[in-house]
């Protein structure tokens, strides 16, 4: 069967997107066709029809309007679509010049994936959307990852154990790998981490294309200004730019020259440890819940951004950290610079992401006004902190915000204070601004009103009051009037004048010599105004782009600014202090608090939260607490502040305390919670295992670690044995410092045999069978779990409990009696051997009369007064009964 020109042309470009879902640009609206359009129609619930024959089979179709399209994008991106967004390069009118039958030249313009997103409807503005090329050159590494919404670029040299973590810490939207062994490696991490994992020919990897790649890029020689970079470090920078010619068609974004990093700059923190602390997002998955969400304060995008990097990667550099705390506490110590340098954040736009939209000409006018509007602002802080002697960091931050006075001069001429989404909106330079324009605007505007002059003359001379002059795309401007009124019109006297253009059902339309004369001027007016602010908007556009690298360091100044004032603003409200960070193995916390559980409580209006301190200082050795206590009275709470307080300090932040000591920490571990991972046929015990094993293999004497029952998920004297064996081999090998929370009280024993390990225990109260927690920790050790307590607290059944005392309290003697072995004959607890229950007592006839009093007393309804008696009548029926 025969194909149609158009058919065929889809078919072609299809054939070179095998893997993407093809928009095919067809006037107003996006076609999609095939199995495009059976997949894409069930992913966004819309219409699926059909379109001709191929093949002697319907040709399935569906289609977005184009207007609309970025919301379709977005839901596609979110079900793993790749999208090939074919555009067309030429007016159907240029396509009949070559023949009645050409076909619109179409071609892809763009491959829209995960990581190369740049529209804010398709981003959180709050969070960088990271592409991560992996790279291997025999026995070295490296990661680079690229934000092209906002211009970061990094690379670091990693071994691939480290790979997951950095992964973790970077949550990248997309992640780029060579085809073969590399690819079918990290797939499963991939699929863990639920990353799309795209693989690319072995020549992206090629590390002499790829130093030829970025010096092209950044337009240099040689790439030894930027700084000493292995060959897998250009390999993976190198992979970034390749994969972005080609998703970008040949329009490169506007990549910042690439910072190194190094492993030894931040805090190392594991996957596990991540999930565990809910540094960023909380173990549902969401942001609602984590450490981010309840410090983030910050009023711009860029500073959101740069909060969530700082808490993600806390800094090992005493030089840095002291440099952050500096500048916060400038701002802290001056409440109202901190609130008028606020203010005035919040008018400031997102300049990176506008500079990137710009760069790869997908911005519009309103980007240019966002550079406006931010230099402005720029200025303003400027003149706010003149005076001021401010710490280096901050001064740094705010240098960086001027110089742009000609820039801005131009910005302010020529644009009007709310400019249109679009160009081809036209409207957005300012009148006055360019002789051209203003005198084409003016034959534009005025062709209106003669228009409507015209209309009246019209309606006089024919003497038809109903006589409009109206305008389409098809015949331009006519004269309307009904039938009747027609043939008037049309009478010999009228006919030379009004020249017949198209009747309709109920309307005649006709034009005339002069109408034509003025539509041709209106409409050449309009669109030579057009033009030229379309070439205008090219102009400023570039003179954006010639200062994009001072633009840049200014985006880093604001959110700078941002995050200082912010981190301020927090400790004002939540009372927070100063850490004091240093070289030393120090870890003393007075007052601590756990910021999210602190924050929940106040939310809801309940209790206030129990502070406590928190002390493994050691000169050399471990330094280890090992907490003891009942379910429920707030250990993995304690556990948990602790090393949050050790993040928030390291990334240049207060910290929720009364007092703080904090050791430089280089590595960060948490083993808390229990969690399975089936797919990859794990039970909770051996992820358990897994995480510890990483901790005991990789923990320095300058790590954190806290853990939480290891050992719980097997057998008890198995758990026991493992639990044990743990903490000697922290204390002995290690040699950190570490919180470690069980169960197992015979543990408790090793703070006598071992040097560097302390008891505590998390203190409640007994009162009448029930426990009450106190959330206090103080040194020494609990004599129990107290689990048949919780158990009925969570509302196990009475018998259900009754019976778990009476076993407990059998075992209990059983070990008493046997040395401590524990083992009982099975005869001694037969099943079902509880006796239920005795009811309670009937009312009516042991009620006493103080108990028959209290029945009739309804508290809401009394008077002080009637108070007052009553508690005369019930102490006087007490007395009567003794």
């Known amino acids: 069967m025969t194909v149609t020109p158009m058919m065929a042309q889809y078919l072609e470009i299809k054939a070179q997107y095998p893997d993407a879902l093809l928009f095919y640009r067809m006037g107003d609206f996006y076609e999609m066709f095939f199995d495009d359009a059976v997949n ?7 219409a699926l029809t059909k379109r001709g024959k191929h093949e002697d089979r319907d040709i399935p179709m569906c289609g977005v309007p184009v207007h609309a399209a970025e919301g379709y994008l977005l839901t596609l991106i979110r079900k793993g679509f790749r999208v090939a967004v074919g555009e067309q390069l030429e007016s159907p009118a240029e396509a009949k010049k070559r023949g009645a039958k050409s076909v619109v030249k179409r071609d892809v313009v763009r491959l829209v994936t995960p990581g190369t997103l740049t529209e804010d409807s398709l981003l959180e503005a709050r969070r960088h959307n990271f592409l991560v090329s992996y790279a291997e050159l025999r026995d070295q590494a490296a990661l680079a990852w690229a934000d092209i919404s906002t211009g970061v670029f990094h690379v670091m040299p990693i071994a691939r154990v480290r790979l997951s973590p950095e992964l973790a810490r970077l949550a990248p939207s997309e992640l780029i790998v060579a085809d073969g062994p590399i690819y079918e490696a990290t797939r499963s991490l991939a699929e863990e981490y639920k990353i799309p994992l795209t693989p690319l020919g072995k020549a992206s990897f090629d590390s002499t294309a790829a130093e030829k790649r970025l010096c092209t890029l950044f337009n240099v020689g040689v790439l030894d200004g930027f700084g000493t970079f292995s060959r897998a470090e250009i390999s993976a920078m190198g992979a970034v730019v390749d994969y972005l010619e080609i998703t970008q068609k ?24 991540r999930r565990n602390l809910e540094l960023t997002r909380s173990l549902s998955g969401g942001r609602a819940g984590s450490l981010l969400s309840v410090i983030d304060r910050t009023v711009t995008p860029g500073g959101g951004r740069l909060l969530e990097q700082r ?12 440099a952050r705390l500096s500048a916060v506490t400038s701002v802290f110590e001056d409440p109202t610079l901190g609130d008028d340098l606020r203010n005035l954040l919040r008018k400031t736009p997102d300049v990176d992401r506008a500079l990137s939209r710009l760069a790869l000409d997908r911005g519009g006018p309103r980007d240019l006004a966002a550079i406006r509007n931010a230099l402005t602002q720029g200025e303003e802080i400027l003149r706010r902190v003149q005076p001021l002697d401010l710490p280096p960091l901050l001064k740094s931050a705010v240098q960086s915000l001027g110089g742009f006075g000609d820039l801005l001069s131009l910005l302010e001429a020529a644009l009007v204070a ?6 081809r909106d036209g409207g957005f330079i300012a009148s006055g601004y360019d002789a051209e324009l203003d005198e084409a605007r003016t034959l534009r505007d005025e062709g209106r009103s003669v228009i409507a002059a015209l209309q009246r003359k019209y309606s006089e001379h024919t003497g038809i009051a109903s006589l409009k002059i109206k305008h389409n795309n098809v015949l331009g401007y006519f004269i309307d009037t009904t039938a009747t009124h027609a043939e008037k019109m049309q009478s010999p006297s009228m006919a030379e004048t009004y020249i017949h253009r198209q009747t309709t059902a109920n309307q005649v339309r006709f034009t005339t010599v002069e109408l034509s004369e003025i539509e041709t001027k209106i409409l050449n007016a309009g669109n030579l105004a057009l033009d030229i602010e379309k070439r205008l908007y090219q102009r400023i556009s570039e003179a954006i782009l ?8 200014a985006a880093r100044g604001f959110s700078e600014l941002d995050l200082m004032t912010a981190l301020a603003d927090l400790a004002r409200a939540e009372n927070w202090i100063r850490p004091t960070v240093d070289s030393s193995r120090a870890f003393h916390i007075d007052g601590g608090r756990h910021p999210v559980v602190e924050h929940a409580l106040r939310q809801q209006g309940g209790e206030t939260f129990v502070a406590n301190d928190c002390d493994l200082t050691t000169e050399n050795g471990a330094a280890i607490w090992l907490l003891t206590g009942p379910n429920m009275a707030g250990k993995s709470t304690f556990l948990r502040q602790n090393a949050l307080i050790a993040v928030l300090a390291q990334m240049g932040s207060y910290v929720p305390a009364d007092a703080a000591h904090i050791g430089m920490v280089s590595q960060l571990f948490s083993r808390v919670g229990a969690s399975d991972d089936l797919a990859r046929g794990r039970s909770t015990f051996m992820v358990e295992m897994v995480e510890t094993a990483a901790i005991l293999n990789q923990a320095d004497d300058r790590a954190l670690v806290i853990l939480d029952e290891i050992g719980r998920g097997t057998a008890t004297y198995d758990g026991l044995s493992i639990a044990w064996a743990t903490l000697e081999h922290l204390h002995e090998v290690n040699r950190s410092r570490a919180l470690f929370a069980t169960h197992y009280h015979e543990l408790t024993q090793l703070a006598a045999k071992l040097p560097g390990v302390d008891n505590a225990t998390v203190t409640v109260k007994e009162w009448e069978g029930e426990v009450i927690f106190l959330h206090e920790v103080r040194k020494g050790a609990a004599d129990r779990s107290y689990g048949v307590q919780v158990a009925q607290l969570a509302g196990l059944p009475a018998t259900v409990v009754a019976r778990a005392r009476s076993v407990l309290d059998m075992l209990e003697k059983s070990s008493r009696e046997d040395g401590g072995s524990g083992k009982i004959a099975i005869d001694d607890l037969p099943l079902f051997a509880a006796a239920p229950p005795a009811p309670a007592p009937s009312a009516s006839k042991s009620s006493s009369a103080v ?10 309804d009394l008077s002080p007064r009637e108070a007052l008696e009553a508690l005369y009548r019930l102490k006087e029926a007490g007395r009567s009964e003794v």
């Open 250 to 273: 040949g329009k490169l974004p506007l990549l910042q020259p690439p910072q190194q990093e190094a492993e030894d700059r931040t805090v190392q923190i594991d996957a596990s440890t």
């Open 311 to 322: 808490l993600s990667s806390p800094s090992r550099s005493l030089e840095t950290i002291s």
């Open 546 to 553: 010639a200062s994009a690298a001072r633009l840049n360091q």
């Open 418 to 423: 709310e400019p249109p989404l679009m160009a």
């Open 851 to 860: 108990e028959s009093l209290l029945k009739e007393i309804h508290p809401d």
């Open 40 to 46: 894409a129609a069930e992913a966004l619930d819309i």
